[in-house]
């Protein structure tokens, strides 16, 4: 989620005065991270964890605060809510989820996508008969520091780039199985969605690091699956011109000016001067969309363009989260009392500013080269972070067998005979292409988002 997010009726082309806005904009983001927000302001205290059993799937959960060392040494505190397997928690894997942004919570994903439960509109919960947990135990993280329930002592504890997010993950990681030593050992996998394309191979490569070098406990990695992922922002940033293309969105001229407007954003990337290149490559994504807006007669939902953004910036109305989270009882039981929680932290957006651009495909091939299964999936119908781009990057991939797996050809994948998607895989490597599917796979495509995750816990074919 939150990846360039959009909900306003607009040009296909921007004028001068768009511009300026985008300038004002990121001139504003840069004051911000001069200041303290009065709610990241607060004494440190470790509240205890919590083992319990919310709502009517009849699995152990465990939820609370991990304690770990922030940026300047001080602890800071990360939310995490576990679920263990509805199949056999003693030997089936653990599975961590990462919710994207920068700064979105991953109760989004719990409860909207992923998760054991839904959320009626009387705050009752009812089961997903597709959640993840159906045969993984499964950990929804809120990070960096300042996202959803996560908290620290002030804007600085804040990460502000991947290197920061791989530390505190895998502290937390090893905090966590300290303390719950049943899953330490289980076969361990590292998943999410979005702007997590960034922090799934950071946290996974630290893992791999860290157990390359003895440290223990050694957690045991096994894979990395990323939907929909913001990855290598150079390969992905010509997928805007070319998704929009694809639907019939460009004209001669369009297609010119996207040419130009794409020159000048990768221009920025590669020399580094990443402030600049941010302003510059989003006046031409929104371009881009923009063009497909003008085309369809609608502003559609960057998350699935088929539909209408009804409720901007995120498109989708999120609010039964807020309420049931705000619930005094259910912050007691999650040891959260006295928390705010929010879809997603504008200030962690803003910190993140300058890790927006790198590339994280670089530690991917050492990866493969270790034997980790890699899945990389996207719904077809997201444009923020499109198909078309995930075909890109996991093509130009620099990996002992890059051209093996570009010799292979997109597959039909079906699930229940029905067709469900295109996969092309070589090796432990898989990018798969999902069938009426958007930004949020699970949430488009619940069945088939599970029957993926079982092939992919597997090591199954495609």
Partial sequence: ?????????????????????????FLLACLVLCFSSAEAIKSFQRPPHTDFQIGPD??????????????????????????????????DPVVIWFTGGP????????????????????LGLKINPYSWNSFATIIYVDQPVGTGFS????????????????????????????????????????????YAGHYIPAVSYKIYQENEKGQNPKINLKGLAIGNGWVDPYAQYPAYRDFADSRGSLNTTTRILADIALAACQGLIDTGVWPAAFVECSYYMEGM??????????YPNVYNVDEVCQYPPLCYDFSLVDKFLAQPKIQEVLSVTGRSWSECSQVVHTEMLGDWMTNLDVHIPE??????????YSGELDFIC??????????NLEWAHKAEFNEQKLEEWKVNGKVAGWAKNYDNFTFLKVAKAGHMVPLDQPENALAMLKVFLSGGKW
């Avoid at 990866?367 to 299964?373: D, F, R, T, V, Y």
């Avoid at 499109?386 to 990057?393: D, K, R, S, T, V």
């Fill in 1 to 25: 989620m939150r990846i360039g997010d959009s909900g306003e009726d607009s040009d296909p082309w921007a004028d001068e005065e768009h511009a300026k806005m985008q300038t004002n904009w």
């Fill in 367 to 376: 990866l493969l080269k270790a034997g980790m299964e890699v899945l990389v």
């Fill in 289 to 298: 969309l923009g063009a497909i807006a003008y085309q369809e007669g609608f």
């Fill in 151 to 194: 908290y620290g002592e002030g804007l600085l504890d804040i990460d502000i780039n991947e290197d920061q997010v791989a530390r505190d993950m895998y502290e937390f990681l090893q905090n966590l199985f300290e303390k719950y030593p049943q899953y330490s050992k289980l076969p361990f996998y590292v998943t999410g969605e979005s």
């Fill in 386 to 395: 499109n198909w078309i781009g995930g075909n890109y990057w996991t093509s």
């Fill in 103 to 122: 700064g979105c919570s991953s109760e989004i994903a719990l409860f909207y996508e992923n998760g054991p439960y839904s959320i009626n509109k009387d």
């Fill in 58 to 91: 009849n699995v152990t959960q465990h939820a609370g605060y991990i304690a770990v060392n922030g940026t300047l040494g001080y602890k800071t505190n990360i939310f995490y809510w576990m679920f263990e397997s509805r199949n056999d928690p003693s030997t």
